[in-house]
């Protein structure tokens, strides 16, 4: 590959051997060679000595005749001519001449110049980037001759470029030559070195040129870029809360991490240069865009995020509830209960500001309203109003009295009585509202009936209410039970809904009836004959039994109480109206039977005044007549029983 430029500039370079005198004598220079290289700055002696020769005159010139920049020194058969040190000047063919005995002997040493003392010098123009051009420059410095000069330069172990220098120099100088290459560096380029080597071939034969050579690592960079910011919890927050932000940046070599805030006036206050940026009991203040920088010394990359500090605001609670029903003469307790406020200033008062009736105690973050005993005076909205600092908060709770203090009371007009109607009567006593007030009366299972009151806005006041039912009870009603129900459902507050109840056994009675007397064996006997009369009624309860003698003047004599009435010997003075009467609670039902006692000598011709004893005794007094008509005939009577004798009878 390279490419050996020799410029031959030795062509008329004669190689001055001039033996004149004989053989014995001779001259010699030291170095030996015809031409020698000398660095610029450097020392370089020319030594010129005779041998055959005892005492000869030696001396220095150039070919040209140009003035000695050298220093000559000679002692016996030596001369040294010593340039130091060695600069342009001195670049001349020599020739030393030494005259013995009228010979002159002569020998020429040709002295070239060159420079090439320092080493290449490697130079970026930026820093190298991946992606991005960069020019590498290798300059060799102060050389000469620069037309000899190759400068190589390798990227790792290859090759990027070759330049030399053919122009010749105009005149005699030092020069700085350099080669330029532009290339983007890639991702393999990290870690390996550029080489910068630079040749001067000096020599014309094939003695090896000199070199310089110098390393440099190549250093790639990554501008940061895909900055990233995380935020936990949240861009978000309420005041007191605290944040961790942590940013990441990528680049080569990493980059550096630095947080700041973004101000009003548009600079940024430095905060951290840590990657992880943590502000603790945040404020509102603290609200704003925090920029995180991450930078290398070839770029930065910036990326931006929004915090909302939001304030927080305090709260009230009034407890218990928006609404509390609160029974008269009961004791309240309402709280209002406040957060997130230092030192909050409370102050109650009526939706319609009349008085509170209540006693206020404030402390801390809490105040209370004790209504005790609770009277219709606090049926209000209650307000809690609280300032904290500037600010105003206000909750509202509504108390609503209530009474209700005992089940309800179930009355009955009368005693129960199967057929006849009686009216119940549910009270419900000492109520408030009674316009919630809600009467129900059940028979088991079934309603009879409801009611609900109308309101009476102008009073407040605990009233009695009650509801009244008549019904004709039936023996179907025995054993069944009455219900009241009351229920006081306050407003809407359902969960207050309070109902009270109360039950009646159902006891219904029933008038004694079916009332019937047994005779036996008949209710006209002879003198002496016995006889059982035995009464029975039905009712309920079971009627008593009471057997009576009906006396002359219509008044009854009670004579048992037995079921039965016995004689065991008739007499003709028992003779009369016996009465029977069934007798419970709710009535009377009565039967009467006539008792004949005849003598003995009674004729069977005769129509049978047994017949009609019973017949009267039914009351059938029209075919009874009838009766004591037709028998009457058939006794062949001669109207001697009237028919008015025959009613009398009965
Ligand atoms: C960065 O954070 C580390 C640990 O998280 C800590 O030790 C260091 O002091 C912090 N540096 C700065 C400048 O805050
Ligand atoms: C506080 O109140 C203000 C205005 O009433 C509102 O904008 C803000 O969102 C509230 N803050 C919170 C944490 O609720
Ligand atoms: C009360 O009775 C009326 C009819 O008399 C009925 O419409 C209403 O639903 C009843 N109310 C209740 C609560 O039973
Ligand atoms: C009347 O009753 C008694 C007792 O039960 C009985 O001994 C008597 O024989 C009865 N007399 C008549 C006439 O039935
Ligand atoms: C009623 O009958 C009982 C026996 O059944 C008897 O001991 C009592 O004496 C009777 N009373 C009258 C007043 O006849």
């Known amino acids: ?25 001779q001259i010699d220079i ?59 000047k001195d670049e001349h063919q020599y020739l030393c001449t030494a005259i013995c005995k009228d010979k002159k002997l002569e020998k020429a040493i040709r002295v070239e110049i060159y420079s090439f003392s320092k080493d290449p010098e490697i130079h970026l123009s930026s820093p190298p980037e991946v992606g991005k051009p960069v020019t590498v420059t290798c300059s060799v410095p102060d050389v000469y001759p620069f037309e000899r000069l190759e400068i190589e330069l390798l990227k790792g172990n290859r090759p990027m470029k070759v330049q ?23 991702d393999e380029d990290i870690g390996t070195a550029l080489v910068c080597q630079a040749t001067l071939h000096i020599y014309d034969d094939d003695s090896p040129p000199k070199v310089r050579k110098t390393t440099k690592e190549l250093e790639v960079y ?13 861009t978000r927050l309420q005041e007191g809360d605290s944040v961790t932000m942590t940013c990441a940046s990528a680049g080569l070599p990493a980059p550096r991490i630095l947080w700041s805030k973004k101000l009003d006036n548009g600079n940024r206050q430095l905060l951290s240069e840590n990657a992880t940026l943590t502000l603790i009991s945040m404020r509102a203040e603290d609200s704003g865009i925090y920029v995180c920088e991450g930078n290398n010394p070839v770029g930065k ?99 609503k009295p209530y009474s209700f203090p005992s089940n309800p009371e179930i009355e009955m007009s009368g005693p129960l009585v199967s057929g006849n109607p009686v009216t119940v009567s549910c009270r419900v006593p000492n109520v408030y509202p009674s316009d919630q007030l809600e009467i129900e009366l059940f028979k088991g299972e079934s309603i009879m009936m409801n009611k609900t ?35 006081l459902p306050i407003d809407e507050m359902e969960f207050e809904l309070k109902q009270r109840q109360s039950t009646q056994t159902l006891y219904v009675n029933v008038a004694p009836r079916d009332t019937t007397i047994l005779v036996s064996p008949s209710s006209i006997l002879e003198e002496g004959s016995s006889v059982n009369m035995t009464c029975s009624s039905n009712g309920l309860p079971a009627p008593k039994i009471l057997w009576s003698r009906q006396l002359s003047n219509g008044d009854l004599q009670p004579i048992s109480e037995n079921a039965t009435l016995s004689f065991m010997s008739t007499k003709m003075e028992d003779s009369g109206i016996y009465v029977c009467e069934g007798i419970n609670q709710v009535g009377t039902s009565r039967k009467e039977v006539n008792l004949i006692i005849q003598g003995r000598e009674s004729n069977k011709d005769y129509f049978s005044p047994e017949l009609l004893v019973l017949y009267c005794a039914s009351s059938l007094i029209i075919p009874a007549i009838g009766m004591i008509i037709y028998f009457a005939r058939r006794a062949n009577m001669t109207g001697s029983y009237s028919l008015v004798e025959a009613q009398k009878v009965c």
């Open 1 to 25: 590959m390279l490419r050996k430029m020799f410029v031959i500039f030795g062509a008329s370079d004669v190689l001055w051997m001039v033996f004149a005198v004989s053989q014995a004598s």
């Open 30 to 88: 030291f170095p030996s060679e015809s031409k020698i290289f000398a660095q610029i700055g450097d020392s370089v002696s020319l030594t010129c000595s005779t041998t055959g020769c005892e005492s000869p005159s030696l001396s220095w010139r150039t070919q040209i005749d140009s003035p000695l920049n050298g220093k000559v020194k000679t002692e016996g058969t030596t001369s040294m001519l010593i340039m130091d040190p060695v600069s342009f």
């Open 453 to 487: 009151f109308s309101k009476d806005v102008s009073k407040k006041a605990l009233e009695t209410k009650s509801l009244e039912k008549t019904f004709i009870p039936t023996t179907e009603d025995i054993g069944n039970v009455l219900v009241c129900l009351a229920r």
């Open 222 to 234: 990554i501008s940061p870029k895909d900055t990233a910011i995380s935020v936990n919890p949240s």
């Open 301 to 399: 990359d910036r990326k931006e995020v929004k915090l909302t500090v939001q304030e927080k605001n305090f709260t009230v609670e009034i407890s218990p509830g928006p609404q509390i029903a609160a029974q008269v003469g009961d004791s309240v307790v309402l709280t209002c209960d406040v957060r997130d406020c230092e030192s909050p200033s409370f102050s109650w008062r009526t939706l319609i500001d009349s008085p509170l009736n209540g006693n206020v105690r404030s402390e801390g973050s809490k105040s209370t309203l004790t209504l005790s005993p609770v009277s219709f005076e606090n049926e209000h909205f209650y307000l809690c109003t609280v300032m904290c600092g500037q600010k105003k908060l206000e909750k509202r709770i509504q108390v």
């Open 164 to 186: 030399d220098f053919l122009e010749p120099s105009e005149k005699k100088a030092q020069e700085t030559k350099s080669l330029d290459v532009t290339f983007s560096p890639t």
